[in-house]
């Protein structure tokens, strides 16, 4: 079985502050994708990262870093300095077969001024 | 285009009534999938195509959803005999052909169509 878990519902924090979204999945496959989506207020998804299951290497791009621990099958991914712009809901995702994506539910992130 | 594009944006139906949503993929994407995302939730997978062939339909929820792809571009959703429970975001996604491409970037998502069945 696919499955992908955000516990985290919502989360508030203050402009400037570091935030971390969590992930936690669920696979049999040796071999698979991890992804995080961006989901504004406007509703279309933007990629914002992949990984394969053979890479852990942790990575960061700007005041986005990600990461992945096969030990605890977790993909987590961190703001730092948080900006307003930085609200949206963030999505975790996991490839499985035919390209079909399972998704979390998502964490509604706001960032206050 | 440049990016998927989705339309109507919103659609109201009254229950019972037959819907038809539509998407344009990038040019040139081979792979067109559909999903359905109910409010609060993450996108839950419908169906995929591969130019004009429905390679899998595994997620279309009851035989009152149909989709198609008849040329290999443009495809349709429709939804027959609606029920309040079909309301959500239907969201269109195209991957580019190379499979690589696909797993740097993912699938380009359009804006979504927000049904309302009431």
């Known amino acids: 079985a696919q499955k992908v878990t955000q516990a985290q519902t919502e989360i508030s924090v203050v402009e400037k502050e570091d935030v971390t979204l969590d992930c936690v999945y669920e696979t049999r496959d040796t071999t698979y994708y991890l992804f995080w989506y961006k989901q504004p207020p406007s509703g279309e998804l933007v990629f914002l990262i992949r990984?394969?299951?053979?890479?852990?290497q942790n990575e960061i791009s700007g005041r986005y870093s990600w990461n992945f621990q096969k030990s605890t099958s977790s993909f987590n991914f961190t703001i730092t300095a948080s900006q307003v712009v930085d609200s949206a809901v963030y999505f975790c995702?996991?490839?499985?077969?035919?390209?079909?994506?399972?998704f979390g539910s998502g964490t509604k992130l706001n960032v206050k001024p | 285009g440049a990016g998927v594009s989705q339309s109507p944006r919103y659609k109201v139906a009254k229950r019972g009534q037959d819907v038809a949503l539509r998407c344009d993929p990038i040019s040139g994407h081979v792979s067109l999938f559909w999903y359905q995302q109910a409010l609060g939730q993450g996108p839950e997978f419908l169906t995929y195509f591969q130019n004009e062939a429905q390679l899998d339909k595994s997620g279309l929820p009851s035989d009152r959803f149909f989709a198609e792809r008849p040329e290999g571009s443009v495809s349709t959703l429709k939804i027959q005999r609606t029920q309040q429970e079909d309301s959500a975001v239907y969201l269109c996604?195209?991957?580019?052909?190379?499979?690589?491409?696909?797993?740097?970037?993912?699938?380009?998502f359009g804006s979504g169509t927000r049904l309302t069945v009431v």
């Open positions: 996604a195209s991957s580019h052909p190379q499979g690589q491409d696909l797993l740097n970037y993912g699938y380009t």
């Open positions: 995702a996991l490839k499985g077969n035919f390209n079909k994506f399972y």
């Open positions: 990984r394969n299951s053979f890479d852990e």
